[in-house]
């Protein structure tokens, strides 16, 4: 068993089971273990707060966030440096760290599509930067690609993925964590 903290916002959190990407990767790959650290509504600075606790015992960290602080109408570039710094923390806990990036917001379009552009953009280069995989969560709900919006099908309400998109974020994790 690979023992796997994800550690994040609503996205990681989900309504029930089966809106978990957690639960789905779990489907892709029974090896896989999860502690589900998910709080509905937190920014990256909150979500940071909680890394260590929930990183307890586990080998592998998924840091997912940032949609709240641009929500609430944050600088992507604070968000960026929170998710920088649970990236450098999980390394420093010696585990093997990913990063998500941040979805399309429906409900946000198209006002948040240029920050969580830039926030997405700066995630991609704290991967390079700290060599750890970014998971594409963008791209794999964006639908049609480049419209900044989750396809109907995979989002519940606008703002969160639903059954069907869930489980495209939980195959993509099966099949970036180790095997």
């Given at each position: ?12 959190a ?24 998910g ?14 606790e ?126």
């Amino acid at each position: 068993m690979i023992r796997v903290a994800a550690l994040g916002d609503s996205i990681t959190a989900g309504v029930d089971e089966r809106s978990q990407y957690e639960y789905w990767a779990t489907q892709a790959d029974p090896a896989l273990e999860f502690e589900n650290c998910g709080v509905f509504g937190e920014r990256t600075d909150q979500i940071a707060a909680r890394l260590e606790e929930c990183a307890d015992g586990a080998e592998v960290l998924i840091v997912q966030g940032g949609i709240n602080d641009i929500a609430q109408g944050l600088p992507a570039d604070a968000a960026a440096e929170n998710l920088r710094s649970m990236v450098v923390q999980g390394k420093e806990l010696g585990l093997d760290v990913y990063l998500a990036n941040v979805l399309p917001w429906n409900n946000g379009h198209p006002q948040a599509d240029r920050p969580i552009a830039e926030l997405n953009r700066m995630i991609a280069a704290i991967g390079r930067r700290e060599d750890v995989e970014v998971i594409g969560f963008h791209d794999a709900l964006e639908r049609p690609p480049g419209s900044g919006l989750m396809g109907e099908e995979l989002t519940v309400d606008g703002d969160h993925p639903s059954e069907a998109g869930a489980r495209l974020l939980g195959e993509l994790v099966a099949d970036a964590l180790p095997n």
